[in-house]
């Protein structure tokens, strides 16, 4: 029997992850992104090499102080422009991380779309960062913001992009009631379930049964 890796904490999820290179979660605000991304980090990066890079406001700093021992392998960074990002995603390749975590992958592409060069180095960055993911035998994980498509349905901005460097696309949405669930989109391998749920407490995330 092949162990798995216990990235999210479900077996299931896992199992997916376990097949995948790099992986995404997508979804609307306040969906649980951060916390799934911070919930990996937890669980993997104590005693190996991590970058965590948030192109946002926050990387949720007081989640992260709450229990910093989850996180002693993990350099968190920020970018907020475009520029930045891609002097990040250098530097991310030239220190060898073993799992790279992007809070948002797109977030400055919806930001800064029209101007010149925009498209050409967020295609370059993602590349960068897959092909530092793959040299040491890691993983790139990413979220990415959401906005309305033309048939009024929830799309990652940039999704071309996305499509075609990650092998693991999962929908991160919110139900009726409230409740919180992740959905896979695009696998590597098929996947064993339609969706999963979960939920954020002050101690962090917790999944359905």
């Known amino acids: 029997m092949v162990n798995i890796v216990n990235f999210t904490g479900n077996t299931l999820l896992d199992e997916l992850i376990d097949s995948s290179l790099a992986i995404v979660f997508y979804g609307p605000a306040a969906s649980g992104k951060t916390t799934l991304l911070l919930?990996?980090?937890?669980?993997?990066?104590?005693?190996?090499?991590?970058?965590?890079?948030?192109?946002?406001?926050?990387v949720h700093y007081e989640q992260v102080a709450k229990t910093p021992s989850k996180y002693e392998g993990v350099l968190f960074t920020e970018a907020f422009d475009m520029d930045t990002f891609l002097k990040s995603a250098i530097a991310t390749y030239?220190?060898?991380?073993?799992?790279?975590?992007?809070?948002?992958?797109?977030?400055l592409f919806r930001l800064e779309p029209l101007k010149e060069n925009t498209l050409t180095k967020q295609a370059f960055i993602t590349s960068l960062l897959l092909e530092t993911a793959r040299r040491?035998?890691?993983?790139?994980?990413?979220?990415?913001?959401?906005?309305?498509?033309?048939?009024?349905?929830l799309e990652a901005s940039g999704f071309k992009i996305i499509d075609y460097y990650?092998?693991?696309?999962?929908?991160?949405?919110?139900?009726?009631?409230?409740?919180?669930?992740?959905?896979?989109?695009?696998?590597?391998?098929?996947?064993?379930?339609?969706?999963?749920?979960?939920?954020?407490?002050n101690t962090g995330l917790m999944w359905n049964d």
């Open 39 to 58: 919930t990996i980090a937890s669980n993997v990066c104590r005693e190996i090499l991590c970058v965590y890079v948030s192109t946002e406001e926050t």
């Open 94 to 107: 030239m220190m060898s991380p073993k799992y790279i975590f992007i809070d948002s992958i797109n977030s």
């Open 136 to 153: 040491n035998k890691g993983k790139l994980f990413a979220s990415a913001q959401v906005r309305v498509g033309e048939k009024g349905e």
């Open 166 to 201: 990650f092998d693991l696309i999962l929908s991160v949405f919110i139900g009726e009631g409230g409740k919180r669930y992740v959905k896979p989109v695009k696998t590597p391998v098929p996947a064993r379930f339609e969706k999963v749920g979960f939920t954020i407490s």
